[in-house]
């Protein structure tokens, strides 16, 4: 137990510690007072860099890199070396684009010295490209994905598999959803296929027509899948005492939705909408909260929810300003108990669990147990 919740998941914290900056010190190289996260900060005039409240995205500060010129080549980028990564990498980071003049070609994330790029491209609009280089000819190949528009966060992330091997794959996320279709089959092979070094902001402009801003937060990069997005779900054989509803809240990986340790302690915002209840941090339902905290390293939490009546669907919802947004339609009418059944009627139901009738024998043996605590109370 831990805050009256129960810790029911706990991931290796390792998966993220290769790099992470939420750009709270309000700086952005390690000589800066208080110490940035960053080796190096590189504009090229009239280009600026800096750390500040309009690139902030959650908290109080963000990076934004403002591109004035036309002129194709280095713009301006943050950069930090770290001890290779030999088999995989992953990168993330929430990005905004505004104050848009011209468009262009612009590669905004960078991976070293594989040469692993995001980029925007122009086909005809602006899209999302993730490119890399295959092969003894070391040519760059590229996906595609969805549009990009001005003035609205997306949060971005790719990862590379099969570094060395010939075996190797390259995938890209926007706001949860994989875009384009996964390179795979990519000869990744040689001593440039590792990444010890990674460059955020613009690095490199081909075209060098785009002008206009980028702003960057919580950028992380790791050796395995990160956090991406948050879940609730119904624990099919699990549930609290009489008219209460136990709920897992977790973190999920975009590539393959299993579970991922959260990288700092993440408080997690709780609410109902479409309908009347609360949440708890107990099985009896006696301690209402409204937010629960994910540890640092920790993936899943149970608490329990309690509906006040039974008047159609309600919709459960769990955001943090780092993760995407979950939300869990529940049908109170399955778990209230009935008129007149003061020990809480038989075990509940719900539409949005899967596999719920298969779990029907755990829920009525749960159900027996506690209707014989309670007569023997």
């Not at 943050?78 to 990005?95: K, Q």
């Not at 937060?217 to 899948?225: E, G, H, T």
Request: proline share 5%; net charge negative.
């Amino acid at each position: 137990m831990l805050g009256g919740c129960l810790l029911l998941s706990s991931l290796p914290a390792a998966a993220s510690d290769w790099f992470a900056d939420d750009f709270e010190t309000g700086t952005l190289v390690v000589e800066d007072s208080p110490a940035g996260r960053w080796d190096d900060a590189v504009p090229f005039s009239p280009n600026t860099l800096a750390s500040g409240t309009a690139g902030a995205h959650r908290g109080r500060y963000g990076f934004t890199v403002v591109d004035r010129d036309s002129v194709s080549g280095s713009q301006a980028s943050i950069n930090v070396v770290r001890a290779s990564l030999t088999s995989e990498f992953h990168m993330r980071s929430w990005l905004r684009m505004r104050a848009v003049g011209t468009t262009g070609n612009v590669v905004l994330m960078q991976g070293l010295p594989m040469l692993v790029e995001l980029r925007l491209v122009l086909l005809p609009g602006l899209r999302w490209e993730l490119a890399a280089r295959s092969g003894s000819g070391r040519t760059y190949v590229s996906l595609h994905g969805s549009d990009v528009a001005a003035d609205r966060w997306y949060l971005v992330e790719f990862g590379i598999r099969g570094l060395g091997t010939t075996s190797g794959e390259a995938r890209l996320w926007v706001d949860g959803i994989e875009q384009g279709t996964a390179l795979s089959g990519q000869d990744f092979r040689g001593a440039a296929n590792m990444v010890e070094q990674v460059m955020v902001g613009e690095p490199w402009s081909d075209t060098g027509t785009f002008t206009g801003s980028f702003d960057f937060d919580d950028v992380r990069v790791s050796a395995a899948p990160m956090a991406s997005r948050l879940e609730l779900q119904r624990p099919v054989a699990a549930s609290g005492s009489s008219g209460c509803l136990a709920v897992e809240v977790s973190l999920r990986s975009s590539e393959n939705g299993t579970l991922a340790p959260s990288p700092y302690d993440a408080e997690v915002a709780l609410a109902v909408n479409g309908g009347a209840g609360d949440f708890h941090e107990d099985a009896d339902c006696d301690s209402p909260v409204a937010r629960v905290v994910l540890p640092k390293g920790g993936s899943e939490r149970r608490v329990y929810f309690h509906p006040k009546d039974s008047g159609g669907t309600v919709t459960l919802t769990a955001s943090h300003g780092d993760f995407l947004p979950a939300s869990l339609s529940v049908d109170p009418a399955n778990v209230l108990p009935g008129d007149g059944d003061e020990d809480g009627g038989g075990p509940w139901t719900c539409s949005s669990a899967p596999g719920a009738f298969g779990g029907l024998p755990l829920l009525l043996g749960a159900w027996l147990w506690r209707a014989h605590r309670r007569r023997a109370r």
